[in-house]
């Protein structure tokens, strides 16, 4: 039973499309996040929520827009897909913000055409 | 800027044998520091951690060991083993910054049987 899930694991599409990534985690954690690592392999956060509020929102274009329905889920909507957007993005959650201690999910690798 | 790094893109090991992997930061309000485990396809997956309160801790095979005064910290693997081989991510985060996590670009080891 996997603890922070997903979806989809690759993700293919087109410059100016709209997609989503949808994250739950079913580890009772108060605070989720949206990583994304780059080209170079650096892992860089996008934002955190903490139930359901949002807590960090680093600079991130404001085609991106997290939704947190409820503290279980994050999910990542990204409109007018470029092609620098291409990279892996992860969901991780983690309790009370707690001493960076994360759990990650798999990945999500998106290519923009 | 980067504030964590990990000079070694890559590392090779014989089976059996000691495994260093080395990370300095340069941001001295950090006041924890994580080790992460990758493996392909997959989520990082935390390791072992250290509070700046201690120089030293231990978790079976896997010890790290930080330096305040030359802001570096490092990861001991023994004996290495072939199962061993990923990347190894460090992270570090400061209380005053809600725990956020900032990582290092990775060092791929290989453990050679």
């Known amino acids: 039973d996997t603890a922070v899930s997903q979806t989809p694991k690759y993700l293919v599409t087109q410059m100016g499309n709209d997609k989503s990534i949808k994250c739950e985690q079913n580890?009772?954690?108060?605070?989720m996040y949206w990583y994304k690592q780059d080209s170079k392999k650096f892992l860089k956060i996008m934002f955190s929520?903490?139930?359901?509020?949002?807590?960090i929102n680093e600079t991130v274009p404001n085609r991106f827009s997290p939704k947190s329905p409820d503290k279980a889920h994050l999910n990542l909507h990204i409109n007018s897909l470029e092609l620098g957007d291409s990279a892996v993005y992860f969901c991780?959650?983690?309790?009370?913000?707690?001493?960076?201690?994360?759990?990650f999910g798999s990945g999500t690798q998106l290519s923009v055409l | 800027d980067q504030q964590v790094k990990q000079n070694s893109p890559s590392l090779s090991v014989q089976e059996g044998r000691i495994s260093i992997l080395n990370c300095d930061y340069t941001?001295?309000?950090?006041?924890?520091f994580l080790w992460y485990k990758k493996y392909p396809a997959e989520g990082p997956t935390f390791l072992i951690s250290?509070?700046?309160?201690?120089d030293k801790n231990e978790d079976g095979r896997f010890t790290v060991f930080l330096n305040k005064s030359a802001k570096h910290l490092s990861l001991h693997i023994v004996p290495s083993q072939p199962g061993d081989s990923a990347v190894y991510f460090c992270?570090?985060?400061?209380?005053?910054?809600?725990?956020?996590?900032?990582f290092g670009g990775g060092t791929r080891l290989m453990v050679k049987p």
């Open positions: 991780a959650s983690s309790q009370d913000r707690g001493m960076g201690k994360l759990f």
């Open positions: 580890l009772g954690h108060d605070t």
């Open positions: 929520y903490n139930n359901k509020e949002l807590i």
């Open positions: 941001n001295s309000m950090f006041d924890y």
């Open positions: 250290i509070s700046s309160i201690k």
């Open positions: 992270a570090a985060s400061a209380r005053n910054a809600g725990n956020m996590l900032t």
